[in-house]
């Protein structure tokens, strides 16, 4: 526990030191800000934070493979990954000290962008059930979503390779639906199971699609299901232990 | 300490290592010599836990490399040959990070570091971004990592590659007073290198160990052929040798062009020649004979001895003879 803790920390203070993290947290809060603000101010606008989940889980296709892309890449670049494998350290370790780090970023972003939620409550009388849902699902979604910029980043020493891997696999989860919903029957269902978020064939300007499709739906709307959560939690261990094996597999090529 | 037998490593269908044997015992400084691509650095990566053998068995301090690994890595300081280093660190952040890392806590990194920090005279750096160190200050933080958590077995891939000529005296002198407190491997393709600092030397060439001695005796054992230095007054050239070549002793002789070029101007009727001969075969005094036989006068006969570089040319240009 000591060695994760080491380096997630050495991880966080990296992402401050560098302008990284300045420029993601505002990036994050510009976009889901943009859309928080369109899904408002309609009259008689709903007080939900509907646009700000679905700016956020649009944003974090690209925002967490972009948080996470350095992580493993650039210590193969740099030779620094044969320090950490010949240092007492164990490959979990190292892949879930990184994780946290990104993991602890993002939450921060999300800390940061809850003063939407404030004005809410100035100015108008939201449902907490479906916002604390919200918030929970988000945590969860941004998990899954950093394990598979952490596995995107651990395949190759390019950080640009990890970036256009990771936004690659998220978006095809996302759009799943696209190829589903040309199937039929038992395909599509499996098919179905997978969808991370919305797709965008179901964004539109009323509801952001955010409660329309995908694993996402049921937090938006304010359902904490089991489902949704083994999903998110499915896809955050599969890729974070990935990860794991990709790093030994550099043990034994 | 290190214990190696009959270890090979493949990279696929190639093989890097081909069936390794050799021990380091403790308190020994070994060179690990041989040309780029020899199986040095494999090597080095399979004692350090990097790589697992694909044949063989690899152990250090008695713990094996591959069912022991994380006690294998608790004991040994690893300087791989591409320095790593974490640009955006300071030199006092990346170490004390590389001391968490090895397992070291917080009071022990405290109580360690400034004497790792002296050691490697790095006292006026420790505060500057590592990226804007130069090379000869990158390796001496690299080689802080290494020792920092005072391990008990040194590896070190070529530590003087790629740095400035004095930075390289430095750094050897650095290396050298280490090896009075710890077991070192350490890698070269720089001859004057290794015999200035081992007191043992590995001889690798693709993949195999084609010797392991004290630098002296290695030039001693090597030695086919024994080069005499000689001088003689009123010879010439082209007499002189013929007559040499007509001792059965003698493999070849030739004018020394390098020594007449600086000698000629103060003593222009001595002629210097160098003669290679057979070893152990009494050849100077043959020589020396045989000047005396034809009238010159025979001012300076001095065997040279081989340099472990043409040793070092001479056992890789024999392995690749065989092949």
Redesign the interface.
Known sequence: MR?IS??AI?EI??YF??PMAYVVSAAFLAITGFFFVASVSDAFAEASIRGYLAGAIFFMIFMSPALTMRLIAEEQK?????????????EFEIVFGKFIAAFAMTLIMIILSLYFVLVLFVYGDPDIGPLLSGLLGLTMYACATLAVGLFASSLSSNQIVGLVVGSGILTALTIIDFVSARLSGMASEVLNAFQLGASFSVFDLDSFGVAEGGHFADFARGIVSVTDIAYYISITAVFLLLTVLVLEAR??? | MIKIEHMSKNYGPYPAVIDVSFEVLKGEIVGFLGPNGAGKTTTMRVVTGFTPPTEGEVTVGGYDVVSHSLEVRRHIGYLPETVPLYLDMTVNDYLTYMGEIRGMNASWVQERLPKVIDMVKLGEYQNTLVGRLSKGYRQRTGIAQAILHEPDVLVMDEPTIGIDPIQVVETRELISNLGEEHTMLLSSHILPEVSAICKRVLVINDGRIVADDKPDDLSEKLQHAERIEISVRGAEAPEFINSMREISSVIDARSDLRASVVQRSEREDFSPFIVDAKPNAQASEQIAKSIIENGWGLTNLTPLPMTLEEIFLELTTEENLDE
């Open positions: 060695f080491v380096i050495k203070r990296t030191s560098s740099l030779g620094t990954l044969e320090l950490l494998l010949t240092s007492p350290l164990r043990r034994w090529r």
